[in-house]
T-cell receptor, first 113, second 110 residues
Framework: SAVISQKPSRDICQRGTSLTIQCQVDSQVTMMFWYRQQPGQSLTLIATANQGSEATYESGFVIDKFPISRPNLTFSTLTVSNMSPEDSSIYLC??????????FGPGTRLTVL | GQNIDQPTEMTATEGAIVQINCTYQTSGFNGLFWYQQHAGEAPTFLSYNVLDGLEEKGRFSSFLSRSKGYSYLLLKELQMKDSASYLCAVERGGGNKLTFGTGTQLKVEL
């Protein structure tokens, strides 16, 4: 299975600032996704990161708040902009590899004060 | 829209068998995933069902009935380390998006 790393693993940020989370995969993958998992809840899809084009956002998520880059088939970034305490969550990168497995990175635990 | 239902909590005994059910209502169904998630960790892939029937993988098996909108995860020979949250996720649409259920918190006791 694909090996996925995320940076940072955790961060504590001030209200109004922005944080960029990186996701690196050890092999080329077609599909990359970003999820959010709020405390005590299940995972919610934020967007699909498309290589070479704009990300596809789910209902309730917008590009101005969560800009995403996907410059190649092994890397993506998610920025959480103008943060508020409600953005405190775990942010997870996910990829689909060639054998129909869907795997998750270790997550970035974000706390906004 | 999508609706995915799982029991919130289950308790079982070490060495026993437990079945975790998942029912779903969704359009554009492609397949169904099961994940295991220990507290503070990322979800770990367990299984993916596309066709009706049972898929067995060691102590874990997963069943799907597309016509009934129903799946279950079967865990045999339970171990203490199986205590975790089990997430059912439906894959839908051309974009291979996953929609997750709320998860079932399984507690394995002696």
């Amino acid at each position: 299975s694909a090996v996925i790393s995320q940076k940072p693993s955790r961060d504590i940020c001030q209200r109004g600032t922005s944080l960029t989370i990186q996701c690196q995969v050890d092999s080329q993958v077609t599909m990359m996704f970003w999820y959010r998992q709020q405390p005590g809840q299940s995972l919610t899809l934020i967007a699909t990161a498309n290589q070479g084009s704009e990300a596809t956002y789910e209902s309730g998520f917008v590009i101005d708040k969560f800009p995403i880059s996907r410059p190649n088939l092994t890397f993506s970034t998610l920025t959480v902009s103008n943060m508020s305490p409600e953005d405190s969550s775990i942010y997870l990168c996910s990829v689909e590899d060639a054998v129909e497995g869907r795997f998750f990175g270790p997550g970035t635990r974000l706390t906004v004060l | 829209g999508q609706n995915i239902d799982q029991p919130t909590e289950m308790t079982a005994t070490e060495g026993a068998i437990v079945q975790i059910n998942c029912t779903y209502q969704t359009s554009g169904f492609n397949g169904l995933f099961w994940y295991q998630q220990h507290a503070g960790e990322a979800p770990t892939f367990l299984s993916y069902n596309v066709l009706d029937g049972l898929e067995e993988k060691g102590r874990f098996s997963s069943f799907l009935s597309r016509s009934k909108g129903y799946s279950y995860l079967l865990l045999k020979e339970l171990q203490m380390k199986d205590s975790a949250s089990y997430l059912c996720a439906v894959e839908r649409g051309g974009g291979n998006k996953l929609t997750f259920g709320t998860g079932t918190q399984l507690k394995v006791e002696l």
